[in-house]
């Protein structure tokens, strides 16, 4: 290792350091931060560069899911005490641990403040990454015309460094997100495919998978699920992707709007078993509900209900708002009324964090 003795060889160390927690080198970062850690502690640094340190250190920690311990280092500072350039970093870091617990609206207004301080900071790179991060936020708050700026903003920014052409992958594919909410179906399927082709060009399964599940997913909203079959069967072949378990069920969905009930009763059994064995009821109130539609029509009642007041009660208000919506469809028909104003109501709600 270089010795560090001036304050222009810590602050290009500190660079070096950032660099490696944004590409999620943990091994590289922890001997970095060491050297940073001794270096301070050997020499004579101001309480800039301690500042600096700490936010570093804060960002290392998210890094390796220490999420707690995160925000217990930020709040050591004061926002009113640090500059511009701290300041930046002091509120996008606080933002993503905001944005982990599903505080939304709480890191909206961080990236906002950070914003303010956006002035102080050169690299672009950190400016469309502030973008991106605030599309992510009003994309979870289904504000998606906000979200679609702010990545027209990243996406600006990126395309001019052949370096970034990843970015560009992830913005097209939240942005493929925000026009399938929107119903702009031939938009949402140029940026999912350019994003895709972009992600298998440069080796990136991760990003193969999410935009091969978001085209299943594409496909099914507009009646189409024949065309996304091929995509969710690949994308259920990485069952260690954080998405596995929303592409199984988007796939047995399709398989059995498609008639096909034997596929997908495999791929509900799959479904079932995984989230059992991960705890995950979110998903299986979710696989409950396509089997009493589809195969055991009596529990409709029963498993609806049940899924339903489950999302309500955790928060989950836009499965409250699906599910009550197509539960409230299935009540008319059987001419259910007062049933059926209760959870038209609930599909109505404005509940949405």
């Known amino acids: 290792m270089d010795v560090i003795e001036s304050a222009e060889q810590f602050v290009t160390h500190l660079h070096t350091w950032h660099k490696t927690i944004k590409t999620r080198d943990r091994a590289q970062s922890a001997t970095l931060r060491e050297e940073a850690y001794a270096a301070l502690h050997a020499g004579e640094f101001t309480d ?3 500042d600096r340190f700490l936010l570093l250190d804060a960002r290392f920690d998210f890094l390796k899911g ?4 995160c925000e217990e280092k930020l709040q050591r500072l004061n926002p009113d005490e640090l500059n511009d350039y701290q300041s930046f970093f002091y509120y996008s870091f606080l933002a993503i641990v905001k944005y982990s617990r599903k505080e939304y609206f709480t ?3 961080l990236l906002e403040k950070a914003e303010l301080h956006m002035h102080a900071i050169e690299d672009e790179e950190e400016h469309a990454g502030l973008h991106y991060n605030k599309a992510m936020q009003f994309y979870y708050l ?3 015309a906000l979200s679609s700026f702010h990545l027209e903003q990243a996406i600006s ?4 460094y ?3 052409e990843l970015k560009v992958a992830n913005c097209k594919s939240l942005q493929g997100l925000n026009q399938i909410d929107l119903r702009e179906f031939v938009k949402a399927e140029k940026n999912l495919l350019e994003s895709l082709s972009i992600a298998e060009k440069l080796g990136q399964d991760d990003l193969v998978v999410a935009c091969g599940f ?3 997913l594409m496909y099914h909203k507009q009646h189409a699920d024949e065309k996304g079959i091929s995509y969710l069967l690949q994308a259920v072949t990485h069952s260690e992707h954080p998405l596995y378990v929303q592409a199984l069920f988007t796939l047995t969905r399709s398989l059995y709007i498609l008639g096909k009930p034997d596929q997908a009763e495999a791929y509900y059994k799959t479904g079932m078993h995984v989230c059992e064995e991960k705890g995950n009821l979110e998903y299986r109130w979710q696989f409950a509900i396509l089997w009493a539609k589809y195969v055991e029509c009596d529990t409709m009642d029963y498993v609806y209900d049940s899924a339903i007041t489950y999302f309500k009660e955790n928060g989950l208000f836009y499965l409250m708002r699906r599910y009550a919506r197509d539960y409230s469809q ?3 028909e059987g001419q259910q009324i007062e049933k059926f104003h209760y959870y038209h109501k609930l599909a109505l709600s404005n509940d949405f964090q």
């Not at 920014?157 to 001019?160: G, P």
């Open 142 to 144: 289904d504000i998606n």
């Open 157 to 160: 920014i990126y395309t001019k």
């Open 107 to 109: 890191a909206v207004e």
């Open 162 to 164: 052949p370096q970034y």
């Open 330 to 332: 299935f009540l008319w």
């Open 214 to 216: 978001n085209i299943g």
């Open 48 to 50: 800039e560069l301690w």
């Open 66 to 69: 220490e999420i707690d311990l």
